[in-house]
């Protein structure tokens, strides 16, 4: 498995140098949109091949925005460019998301950041990783001195969810220190792997982010649904936090589950 790691972690920098963030934003939708999938399909052009061969027999997915179970077997999550729509944009926070799924279970992780350079890794039971640096999650055990964070993982407009989303929010922040919301939901879930955050959560639970949660469980993190169940690829909603913030959080959050 580490093998097959350096292999990951050398294709998605190799894979980084297609994401096209140059030229002024988009105008239109028509633009936009071709912009997203050139840098989508430029990153998973790299990626497929290498991994695919690197792993006989293994199956191949960049629907970043499913979710529900998976079937067996080995299968390569990949989400080509989180935060694609900041790429576009001329902004740094984006990166490329990589995770093997075994027979339903993570077993690898890699989420590579190209404006900062920084790697995430993980493999499970072997702890999480920032550049070969071990990583583990805040100390912290006070809600009110955590910064928090939620993001919208896709494009959704009806009232109901985003009513609830902003009803988050506003909760979190009388409890908390700060509360973000901003996107890819995986840049903020390796913040908390590495402690520089102390809580993300989740109405929604994509495999996108089936990487960065294992992250932040190698980190020593919690990671559970919103009823307090642990989390699993199948949860409809997730809080991933340090251990010491995570119950106070969780109350917070579950009564608009």
């Given amino acids: 498995m580490q093998e097959l790691l350096a292999t990951v972690i050398a294709t998605v920098h190799t894979a980084a140098e297609k994401i096209n963030r140059a030229g002024p934003p988009p105008l239109d939708r028509e633009e936009l949109f071709a912009a997203l999938r050139a840098n989508d399909e430029a990153v998973a052009?790299?990626?497929?091949?290498?991994?695919?061969?690197?792993?006989?027999?293994s199956r191949w997915t960049?629907?970043?925005?499913?979710?529900?179970?998976?079937?067996?077997?080995?299968?390569?999550?990949?989400d080509p460019v989180g935060g694609?729509?900041?790429?576009?944009?001329?902004?740094?926070?984006?990166?490329?998301?990589v995770s093997l799924v075994r027979d339903g279970r993570p077993e690898l992780a890699v989420?590579?950041?190209?404006?900062?350079?920084?790697?995430?890794?993980?493999?499970?039971?072997?702890g999480a990783f920032l550049d070969d640096v071990p990583?583990?999650?805040?100390?912290?055990t006070d809600l009110s001195l955590a910064l928090t964070g939620t993001g919208q993982a896709k494009p959704r407009q009806e009232r109901a969810y985003a009513e609830r989303a902003g009803a988050a929010i506003a909760a979190m922040m009388q409890q908390a220190l700060y509360v973000r919301a901003s996107v890819p939901v995986g840049q903020q879930l390796a913040q908390v792997a590495a402690g520089r955050m102390d809580a993300?959560?989740?109405?929604?639970?994509?495999?996108?982010?089936?990487?960065?949660?294992?992250?932040?469980?190698?980190?020593?993190g919690t990671v559970t649904d919103l009823d307090g169940k642990p989390w699993q690829i199948t949860?409809?909603?997730?809080?991933?936090?340090?251990?010491?913030?995570?119950?106070?959080?969780?109350?917070?959050?579950?009564?608009l589950r």
């Fill in 45 to 57: 052009g790299v990626l497929q091949p290498i991994l695919t061969e690197a792993l006989p027999g």
């Fill in 62 to 78: 960049t629907d970043e925005h499913g979710s529900g179970p998976m079937p067996d077997g080995d299968w390569w999550v990949v």
């Fill in 84 to 97: 694609n729509m900041n790429a576009v944009q001329g902004m740094p926070d984006h990166n490329i998301g």
């Fill in 111 to 126: 989420l590579h950041a190209p404006a900062t350079g920084e790697t995430f890794s993980a493999i499970a039971g072997g």
């Fill in 135 to 140: 990583v583990r999650v805040s100390a912290k």
């Fill in 200 to 220: 993300h959560w989740q109405f929604d639970n994509l495999r996108s982010h089936i990487a960065p949660v294992l992250l932040v469980q190698e980190a020593g």
């Fill in 235 to 255: 949860s409809d909603g997730y809080l991933a936090a340090a251990p010491g913030v995570h119950a106070a959080a969780l109350d917070v959050l579950r009564p």
